[in-house]
């Protein structure tokens, strides 16, 4: 099954955005958390699923895939 087939899309959800961008920040996971109103625990499955969207393995890799895609102040995911 691919991630597509398990998350529908590709494409992050605006949760999903939020993370990446904190994570792209340098946030740490407990500072997502608590940036988003969640817990750590949240923040470690969005990463996994985030990860898993857009074929990334981590933190660095995540953090790069943001700043390619960054168009002015609005962050552009396609």
């Known amino acids: 099954m691919s991630a597509n087939e398990r ?15 904190l994570v792209a920040e340098g946030l740490k996971n407990r500072e997502v ?4 109103g969640t817990t750590e625990h949240v923040v470690k499955n969005y990463l996994r699923v985030i990860y898993d969207k857009l074929g990334l393995w981590n933190r660095v890799e995540l953090a790069l895939w943001y700043e390619s895609r960054r168009s002015g102040p ?4 396609q």
């Not at 590709?10 to 999903?16: F, T």
């Open 7 to 21: 998350y529908g899309s590709r494409v992050p959800s605006e949760r999903e955005q939020r993370v990446i961008q």
């Open 33 to 36: 958390a608590d940036a988003i």
């Open 74 to 77: 609005a962050l552009s995911m």
